[in-house]
């Protein structure tokens, strides 16, 4: 599955892929409420990022060790979500992906 966007600002637009759906947006921030969206078992829909990320990263506790998952409440939200990506990304939960729909 690919829940694909065309960038409207013509910069590249991050991808991260989780099993075979691929997210695509403009920011970190987009693909994590894509995710938060497509998590069907997530009770809190629509509520805060960082409410979906501390629901979240339990769930990820056989693959992100529990001394990386802290949900800081300095970090700005778009500096958060790409952190949580990097993470998901670093110990394998998911991967950021080239957009080969870019032109160089």
Same mark, same amino acid.
């Given at each position: ?22 997210? /695509?947006? #403009? ?10 969206? #497509?998590?069907? #078992?997530? !009770?809190? /829909? ?6 979906f ?12 060790? !529990?001394?990386?998952?802290?949900v ?28 080969? #729909?870019?032109?160089?």
């Open positions: 599955m690919d829940r694909a966007r065309h960038s409207t600002m013509g910069a590249p637009m991050m991808v991260f892929q989780v099993g075979k759906t691929e997210y /695509r947006g #403009d920011t970190a921030l987009e693909i994590v409420r894509a995710l938060e969206s #497509d998590t069907k #078992d997530y !009770p809190h /829909r629509g509520q805060t990022v960082r409410s990320l501390k629901w979240s990263l339990p769930g990820l506790s056989e693959q992100i060790p !529990p001394r990386d998952m802290h800081s409440k300095r970090m700005k939200l778009e500096e958060l979500a790409l952190n949580y990506l990097c993470l998901r990304d670093e110990y394998g939960a998911g991967r950021f992906l080239i957009d080969r #729909d870019v032109e160089g």
